[in-house]
């Protein structure tokens, strides 16, 4: 039997309100590094435009000059937009997580991500939580996850339309999804 009688508002997400590193747009190549679990390093930054060469790296913070694995959590506030036309590598305009780093990313925009444009190394969903601040009454927000690739993740969007495009052989989504609205198109799984 189905049963659609339960409805259950789904929690705000608010605008975080730390202090930390503080930037503009994220347009060219870019490597943010991580803190400890206890004291992750922290970024706000107004957007997020990759495309061609471009790559975002979230990768380990370093000790001594060399890479520290226990420095391997990130959080990172885009009061804006997020938009990457990717191919999945380092060198084709991507997001890309380094094995054994977390990241937490706070979108206070609309979200789109094309090819390969997100890449978490670590496969799996644990290692990367996507929040959507819910957009102020009357004021629309999409998260859009497309291309051929697989997303590791997990998004939590309750004021977004989330739409997931499938595009050529397939696109996987392994984690959760929550939001608004949902549709998959293409051939995702």
């Known amino acids: 039997q189905l049963y659609d009688d339960y409805y259950e508002e789904m929690p705000p997400v608010y605008a975080p309100t730390w202090s930390g590193s503080s930037g503009g747009q994220i347009k060219q190549t870019t490597t943010l590094t991580g803190g400890t679990s206890a004291s ?9 435009s990759l495309s ?58 609309n979200m789109n991500t094309g090819g390969n444009g997100l890449v978490n190394y670590n496969n799996n969903a644990v290692s990367l939580s996507i929040y959507g601040i819910n957009p102020p009454d009357g004021v629309s927000q999409t998260f859009s996850l497309g291309g051929s690739a697989t997303f590791y993740g997990t998004v939590y969007a309750p004021g977004a339309d989330l739409v997931l495009n499938g595009g050529g052989n397939g696109g996987e989504f392994v984690g959760s999804l929550a939001g608004n609205t949902a549709s998959l198109k293409g051939n995702v799984q």
């Open 40 to 48: 992750p390093a922290r970024y706000t930054v107004s957007s997020i």
């Open 52 to 109: 061609g060469q471009k790559t975002l790296t979230f990768d380990f913070g370093k000790t001594g000059g060399n890479p520290d694995p226990s420095k391997n959590h990130i959080e990172i506030y885009v009061t804006g937009n997020v938009s990457t036309k990717g191919g999945g590598s380092q060198t084709d305009g991507s997001i890309v997580i380094v094995n054994g780093v977390y990241v937490t990313m706070y979108v206070g925009g």
